[in-house]
């Protein structure tokens, strides 16, 4: 048994940001566990290359849901990081904070410390922004967010005319002083390749004697002295071992893993844990439930131009632009595939936007596991238009399906439960439309292929929503942050209720969603869990 003053579960999009602050100082000795292996990989570091890792089991968890009856029975393919970097490392690459009205929601939610003025100097210190720092913006923080306008798609600035045809506004910067407004997207990239968190935080760290990294280190189990947390179990390359934690230990492995090994360690619904003959440590009925997720809607036209698919279809086009990436890191495959998109009130009357859009000048079909990889796009000229509202209002939960600790848990996104968020959905979908309609679209679409013309009517929309919307891969909140024990999980300082010595870290603690993609949030919240660490210590 190894011993450490910290143990980190997880080298995801908190887990490297912690490691890296914990171990800085020098003081005290740190553990970072992950369950991957090494990020050092092209298609994890190339942009584009993440249609290759979506479906890469040598990185990617691969999780599938439940079938769930808001999506007509459907299972949906939840991509999940296992890898140095966790899901920063396969993921899309757009850099979105959020509304400042979201982390306000949180403090009032019975967390203080956690409203936007909090949290904003986190944002702030994480960041290194290429368009340099203001009072939002970070200029000197380990994570380097890029402005990719230099070889973004022409249909880019047709996609922005055509919001401002409908009087949405042209916003330049979706995370300064407004969130409002249709625009191009940031990429956490730099020198046209990835900056994931373990590229950021942990390449500069790794050398530290005090900072120890185990990967294939799977967690199987925290150990405890009564109810205080000592230490974790693990398994490496087949070989049980165990780690000793002298302060604390922090659970950072993601909104499906943290809950799971909550569970499988004693930690959780107590009928629930006894019904799979795990013994209880802590009644927590909050653990796995409370989980959120944006769930979105793609539009498909043929386009009238060429698009992305005549770049990257071809052999040749594959030959040239890889060669070119290789030589420049420019062009198309230096980019994420959501180029432009923005944040738009869907109706009058609301006092925030409720629809984050996306637009991609790229069109694919999302086929079975390794039948066709992602960024394989269709041979005709096609792009996408993407509606996902911000904040749903539906809950689901995640579950032990055994006590394996190797066995996937189980998933119950409970998409669509209400009819709030299928009235968003709605609005989105027809939004789409509209965005279609206007002047700078209509020169450029020759046809709508998906759901096509012939879907008109609300009912048709909303079994179409029904057939066609999925995941944008942002589950949050199945650990959540919050004051009473009884449905909360961890307290505002990353403390879970009833156990010392333990915290957890990470998208499960998110009291809600915020309104837009969630990693940039996650490594904020990875730089705050930090410091109140650090400070506990004295």
């Keep these: 048994m190894s011993d450490h003053d910290f143990i980190v579960v997880g080298a995801g999009s908190a887990g490297c940001v912690l490691a890296n602050r914990l171990s800085e100082n020098g003081k005290y000795t740190v553990l970072l566990l992950e369950a991957g292996g090494s990020d050092l990989n092209f298609w994890i570091w190339m942009p584009i290359g993440y249609g290759k890792t979506f479906y890469r089991k040598s990185v990617n968890w691969m999780y599938r849901t439940e079938p769930d009856p808001g999506t007509g029975g459907r299972v949906s393919y939840w991509p999940r990081g296992k890898v140095m970097g966790g899901s920063s490392s396969i993921n899309a690459m757009v850099y979105v904070r959020g509304q400042p009205e979201d982390f306000d929601e949180w403090r009032d939610m019975g967390n203080p410390g956690w409203g936007w003025d909090d949290v904003l100097p986190y944002f702030r210190k994480a960041e290194t922004n290429d368009r340099g720092a203001d009072e939002w913006r970070g200029g000197d923080g380990p994570l380097h967010v890029c402005t990719m306008d230099r070889d973004l798609h022409p249909l880019c600035a047709d996609f922005i005319k055509a919001g401002e045809e409908l009087q949405f506004p042209h916003n330049r910067d979706f995370n300064g002083a407004r969130q409002e407004g249709v625009g191009t997207y940031q990429n956490t990239a730099r020198d046209g390749m990835r900056m994931s968190t373990a590229r950021a935080y942990i390449r500069p760290a790794r050398h530290r004697p005090n900072l120890r990294v185990e990967t294939h280190a799977h967690a199987t189990k925290l150990l405890f002295d009564g109810t205080r947390a000592t230490g974790i179990a693990y398994s490496q390359r087949g070989t049980m071992k165990e780690a000793r934690a002298r302060r604390e230990v922090i659970v950072a492995a993601g909104a499906v893993n943290s809950p799971q090994l909550l569970q499988l360690s004693g930690i959780g619904p107590g009928a629930d844990l006894q019904s799979h003959g795990i013994e209880v440590v802590?009644?927590?009925?909050?653990?796995?439930?409370?989980?959120?997720?944006?769930?979105?809607?793609?539009?498909?036209?043929?386009?009238?131009?060429?698009?992305?698919?005549?770049?990257?279809?071809?052999?040749?086009?594959?030959?040239?632009?890889?060669?070119?990436?290789?030589?420049?890191?420019?062009?198309?495959?230096?980019?994420?595939v959501n180029q432009a998109g923005g944040f738009v009130r869907t109706r009058p009357g609301l006092a925030k936007p409720n629809m984050q859009l996306f637009f991609s000048p790229v069109s694919?079909?999302?086929?079975?596991?390794?039948?066709?990889?992602?960024?394989?796009?269709?041979?005709?000229?096609?792009?996408?238009?993407?509606?996902?509202?911000?904040?749903?209002?539906?809950?689901?939960?995640?579950?032990?399906?055994?006590?394996?600790?190797?066995?996937?848990?189980?998933?119950?996104?409970?998409?669509?439960?209400?009819?709030e968020d299928?009235?968003?959905?709605?609005?989105?979908?027809?939004?789409?439309?509209r965005f279609a309609e206007t002047p700078a679209f209509r020169r450029i679409i020759e046809a709508e292929i998906a759901p096509g013309p012939e879907v008109q009517t609300d009912e048709e929309l909303i079994d179409d929503i029904r057939a066609r919307a999925g995941t944008v891969f942002h589950p949050v909140s199945t650990c959540r942050m919050g004051p009473d024990p009884a449905t909360d999980v961890v307290d505002a300082r990353l403390k879970v209720h009833g156990i010392t010595g333990l915290r957890v870290a990470d998208a499960s603690v998110f009291p809600t969603l915020t309104s837009g993609n969630t990693n940039a949030p996650v490594v904020m919240l990875g730089e705050k869990a930090a410091d109140m660490v650090l400070a506990d210590q004295g």
Excluded: C
Aim: glycine share 10%; charged share 20%.
């Design 422 to 433: 299928m009235q968003d959905m709605l609005e989105g979908s027809k939004l789409m439309r």
């Design 282 to 336: 802590h009644d927590s009925p909050g653990v796995g439930q409370h989980l959120q997720d944006h769930l979105g809607i793609d539009y498909l036209f043929r386009s009238r131009v060429p698009t992305l698919n005549q770049q990257l279809g071809p052999w040749y086009g594959k030959l040239w632009h890889g060669a070119r990436y290789i030589l420049t890191r420019r062009g198309p495959l230096s980019l994420g």
């Design 364 to 419: 694919y079909t999302k086929a079975v596991p390794g039948k066709r990889a992602l960024m394989n796009p269709d041979t005709f000229p096609g792009f996408l238009l993407g509606a996902q509202p911000t904040r749903p209002t539906s809950r689901g939960h995640i579950a032990l399906r055994s006590p394996d600790p190797f066995d996937v848990p189980r998933i119950f996104p409970n998409y669509l439960a209400t009819e």
